[in-house]
């Protein structure tokens, strides 16, 4: 989480990015031209992490920063040198874990010494943050003891069910580690005492179980894991819900806390929950990928947009590339035109049937199909995925959304799946709450349910991933942009880094339609405080000098 057929756009899009300019492909948010519901940060986030469950490959850089300088400061190359007990360190390697990531060299060190340190660390999914304050948190389990003595906050019951099935992997070799998830649905009697020594959950469920049924004692916990601080945040009641968990705690208890963002908000915040904390965040000049030389290229409509990846394509010398549209009309459309011209494409979209995309991805990865064409309907889709366990409602915008949960969806129980409207009265639905949401409670009748596939089979597609070595061209066929209509740099950076991965150099194109094209591209630039250099798809001199790593500017 933070994979999926669909992994490139999911990874990239699952916020509701779409193109910087209007086009014609159906009926659309006026501001975004986007045609589907975007997903909350926290649903995001979630995607991020199962999408991104195996490690990638990662040029940033951390800078560390300690408040007392007597802090001892070390890094680590293997997990041997951490002299973790031999259970723990078998469950690292059953993890899928050989070598540490960059944020695990330095952060490991730290979170294991004694006396143990506090810290606050910038990272996103992907980069092995969670394994990190998981490995850390088992090391400080007395097994002997029957009380919680972990306690790991996340801001969804998604998120909490989703780190603890990684900590469970961890410590599948320590037989004396139990773990408890502090979640809806989790019930305890009156007078009940919780013996698990691990408590992963959310902030409201804390309170109500340490606070008011007091089932356990919150000043015995040895260490305190915030995960998820950004969006933590930006939820009012897990804010102060976090700050009431906080002060129970004890002065000796070793906090943590992670975001993927550390602005003001996240810091003011941070600075509330620990004290004289270790801080590692991403340098920001590592933001933008130095190995991707990045270009925009104007375009009056979409038959120029093609025009430009033509031309493209016959001057480069593309092994495998990425295409993201932001509509399945237009996604389907510029296949046919690729696929015309001779090209071999491959096409994730929302009408596919998990085993379709599945089928897809496989065959780009083996280079059975050199182009891959993504639109953005399945990611909010697959984030509602692994959500509940029993019956429920998933009530959708249209058709197409209806057709991919119903075959996506990883329960294996019945499930009733429909358009908003033609699910109205049944127990639960509520149609002010969202476009697209899951519903829990009680469904009687319905004709449109469907029986899903199993667990076990979209779980292996989720951990397999779209990291492929041979792509080296990113085209933005059209721009990601957030509701407002402005730039959305993070989808932005995420895209583009398909491409310069391991050290090679890779290629992004954005395609720009209208004013409000440039002025996206403008504020990328701003954001990276890079250069993305125009374009003329038309000059084919100018092409041959992009191959050759040229200037394109005269």
């Known amino acids: 989480m933070s994979s999926w057929a669909q992994d490139a756009d999911e990874q990239e899009n699952i916020d509701g990015s779409g193109d910087a300019s209007p086009s014609n492909d159906g009926e659309k948010n006026s501001v975004t031209g986007n045609d589907e ?5 926290a649903e995001a986030s979630l ?38 007990r031999p259970e723990l360190l078998k469950g690292v390697y059953a ?27 910038q990272s996103q999914s992907g980069t092995g943050k969670t394994a990190a304050f998981i490995l850390a948190s088992l090391s400080r389990v007395d097994e002997s003891q029957r009380y919680p003595q972990v306690l790991i906050l996340s801001p969804t019951y998604e998120l909490a ?180 011209e001779g090209h071999t494409v491959s096409l994730l979209s929302g009408e596919l049937t998990i085993e379709q995309r599945v089928d897809v991805l496989t065959r780009f990865r083996r280079g059975v199909e050199r182009v891959l064409i993504t639109t953005n309907v399945c990611a909010r889709v697959n984030a509602m995925l692994s959500l509940y366990t029993d019956d429920s409602v998933i009530a959708c915008v249209n058709s197409e959304l209806v057709g991919c949960v ?23 639905w509520n149609r002010n709450t969202g476009n697209v949401q899951i519903v829990k409670g009680n469904v009687v009748g319905g004709s449109s349910s469907h029986t899903l596939s199993t667990p076990a089979r979209v779980a292996k597609t989720v951990s397999e991933g779209i990291d492929v070595e041979q792509v080296t061209v990113v085209i933005n066929f059209d721009l990601p942009v957030d509701m407002k209509g402005r730039a959305d740099c993070e989808t932005y950076l995420h895209r583009i880094g398909r491409t310069g991965r391991f050290g090679k150099s890779g290629f992004a194109v954005n395609l720009v339609e209208g004013s409000r094209g440039l002025q996206v591209i403008k504020q990328i630039e701003e954001h990276f405080a890079r250069t993305i250099k125009k374009l003329d798809f038309k000059d084919l001199d100018q092409l041959e000098s992009m191959v050759r790593g040229q200037s394109l500017v005269k």
């Open 406 to 428: 119903g075959s996506a969806s990883l329960v294996s129980s019945e499930v009733f799946v429909g358009i908003g409207e033609a699910l109205e009265g049944y127990t639960g």
């Open 37 to 41: 519901p975007a997903l909350t940060e």
């Open 47 to 84: 995607m991020r992490k199962i999408l991104r469950s195996r490690i990638v490959s990662s040029t940033h850089e951390v800078e560390v920063d300690r408040r007392d300088p007597n802090s001892p400061l070390f890094s680590i190359k293997t997990f041997e040198e951490l002299k973790l």
């Open 161 to 340: 069910i989703q780190t603890g099935q990684v900590a469970k992997k961890m410590a599948q070799f320590c037989k004396g580690i139990t773990f408890c998830y502090a979640v809806r649905g989790v019930t305890f009697s009156h007078g009940d005492k919780i013996e698990d020594q691990v408590i992963l959950g959310t902030p409201g469920k804390i309170i109500d179980w340490a606070f008011k049924f007091k089932f356990f004692d919150l000043s015995r916990i040895k260490v305190f894991v915030l995960d998820e601080a950004d969006i933590m945040i930006a939820q009012q009641g897990h804010h102060d819900q976090s700050i009431r968990i906080h002060k129970r705690l004890s002065s000796n208890c070793q906090m943590m806390l992670f975001s993927a963002t550390y602005d003001k908000d996240v810091m003011e915040f941070a600075e509330m929950i620990i004290s004289n904390p270790v801080i590692i965040r991403l340098r920001k000049e590592e933001e933008s990928l130095d190995y991707i030389r990045q270009y925009y290229v104007i375009c009056v409509n979409k038959e120029e947009k093609f025009s430009a990846i033509s031309n493209i394509y016959g001057v480069l010398s593309v092994g495998q590339s990425i295409i993201f549209c932001h509509t399945r009309q237009a996604a389907v459309w510029l296949a046919g035109e690729m696929t015309k």
């Open 95 to 121: 993890s899928g874990f050989d070598l540490p990531s960059k944020i695990q060299e330095t952060a490991l060190p730290t979170l294991l010494a004694d006396p143990p340190q506090n810290m606050i660390a």
